[in-house]
């Protein structure tokens, strides 16, 4: 029996994320969120390289207060398994994957020390 591909992020509890918007590609280690129930976040700062975006979503933010983000379609990779389409959102200086993406792969978090992903 052949043993499933893995990863294995030593950056605990971070995952190396690529993804592509209308030709334009972007990689960046993503916080694993899991009571985020999105699909993934990215800087704000990387919407200047995008085209227009899908459309604009209302986020509710820890302090109370709502912003609108602009929302992409984006075809999704993380490490080496196949890529898959999600939404991404830009809101904030950060890259955060979500459940919809994290509930595609068996996820371990090791004891703090490092995250283990397998489809």
Known sequence: MAQQPSLVSRRYPYLDISFTIGGVAHTGEALV???F???FIFP???TSALPVEDEWTPWGLVD???VLAPSYR???RIGAFPSFSA???AVGAEFLLGRT???KFAVTFDH???VIVQL
Do not use: K, P, Y
Request: glycine share 20%; aromatic share 0%; proline share 0%.
């Open 112 to 114: 703090g020390q490092r």
């Open 64 to 66: 109370g207060s709502v």
């Open 33 to 35: 969120d899991t009571g």
């Open 87 to 89: 939404v991404g959102h």
């Open 101 to 103: 993406i994290v509930d």
């Open 74 to 76: 984006a075809a999704v």
């Open 37 to 39: 129930d999105g699909a």
């Open 44 to 46: 704000i700062s990387l």
